[in-house]
């Protein structure tokens, strides 16, 4: 039989079959990818490719064009002028649009699938690279910008990708580690959250004890559609007040993205507020997939954060919405790796596949991308007695 492909440039023109063929991710589904695309950060562009097998879809690609800005690639850190300078310079390498075959807004691979029954990998990956030469040009054509970079990203050591490394050999893209993905399974003892309070050890239970006592007088509340649409501005504000702090990023969510997607994703977007004297001072959201609840953005005021432990207590009210909803993990995402081991979670590796299209350039990515990303020390926290 013979396999197509056909590049789409809209969630709206994906074709029957489609959900019912990705239905293990939320993040690969038709709903979520017109929620990503209407709350879309300003500099990311969506793409999807599908391979079939006759008439039968076989394959599937969530392709981002992203525009790198000097002004959201380094935010206003205090570094030195050494530091200012490589960062300048690496700035100025990567700024422009790069292809990512992978959703930058959250981490995890969560853009590529197909039937391994009906195609072989080597078979798979040529079409998503063709695809990839097709969008390159189309876009130096009709938006007259120039790819400056390809990237496939955040799988994991154990994910069977890297089993036939040709399609990336062929293509000479560099394998480069980057932070791992903190994820927390959830035990089958945990019937309720006091059992995993029971399963700490003394120090991190008197921590948690801690933690709720600074929690003090603030309240935790999930917000519904309406709450979150009257609180927009609020949510973005304390969106910023984290994202800000952030050493390296690539975008900025636009101000309506938590009600975007909670009026698409309805009961599978969860978001809650903390409110102390009926003002908003700190949020978490939530994306139910499946088994796994994956964790997404947060914000917090600044003001509250370190006195009343926000940060802390936010992690512990996400284990336990996790526990009492039966999930079998918690993906607590990449950053913040010391705190979120403290609660239970554990590093699990990730690498991604880079190429940039200038040849000299592609050759000393790997070093480039190290300086961009580089390895931070910290201490893997151990808080269960056994």
Not at 184 to 213: C, G, H, Q, S, V
Request: with cysteine; glycine share 4%.
């Amino acid at each position: 039989m013979n396999k197509t492909s056909h590049i789409y440039y809209s969630a709206n023109s994906l074709p029957k079959g489609w959900n019912a063929f990705v239905k293990h991710d939320i993040f690969l589904q038709v709903d979520y990818l017109k929620a990503l695309e209407e709350a879309s950060p300003d500099n990311i562009q969506l793409f999807y490719i599908g391979v079939f097998k006759e008439d039968l879809l076989v394959g599937v690609a969530i392709i981002q064009r992203v525009q790198l800005y000097l002004k959201d690639m380094f935010r206003k850190t205090q570094v030195s002028c050494l530091k200012e300078f490589f960062q300048n310079i690496i700035s100025k390498i990567l700024k422009g649009n790069i292809l990512v075959v992978g959703n930058l807004t959250h981490t995890g691979q969560h853009a590529l699938f197909f039937d391994e029954n009906r195609m072989t990998q080597s078979d798979f990956f040529n079409f998503i690279f063709k695809g990839l030469d097709t969008l390159r040009i189309k876009i130096k054509e009709t938006q007259g910008k120039k790819i400056r970079a390809v990237m496939l990203k955040d799988f994991f050591l154990e994910d069977s990708i890297h089993k036939d490394k040709t399609a990336f050999n062929d293509h000479k893209l560099h394998e480069v580690f980057v932070q791992p993905n903190m994820i927390m399974p959830t035990r089958l003892n945990w019937l309720k959250f006091e059992d995993y309070i029971a399963d700490l050890n003394k120090k991190y239970r008197n921590r948690y004890k801690r933690a709720k006592k600074k929690f003090g007088a603030i309240k935790c509340m999930e917000l519904d559609l309406e709450a979150v649409q009257a609180n927009t501005q609020k949510l973005h504000h304390l969106y910023l007040n984290v994202s800000n702090n952030a050493k390296f990023n690539t975008f900025i969510l636009p101000e309506k993205h938590f009600y975007i997607l909670k009026q698409k994703l309805n009961e599978n977007f969860r978001i809650f507020g903390y409110y102390l004297d009926d003002k908003l001072v700190g949020f978490y959201t939530l994306i139910l997939n499946g088994k796994n609840l994956e964790t997404y953005f947060l914000g917090y005021d600044k003001e509250h954060q370190y006195p009343n432990q926000l940060y802390q207590n936010m992690l512990y009210d996400m284990v336990k919405f996790g526990i009492e909803n039966k999930f079998s993990s918690v993906v607590y995402a990449r950053t913040a790796m010391e705190i979120k081991s403290s609660v239970g979670a554990r590093p699990k590796a990730m690498l991604v596949y880079l190429k940039h299209t200038n040849k000299f350039l592609n050759a000393i990515l790997k070093a480039i991308f190290g300086l961009m990303n580089p390895t931070q020390d910290w201490e893997e926290r151990h808080p269960f007695k056994n």
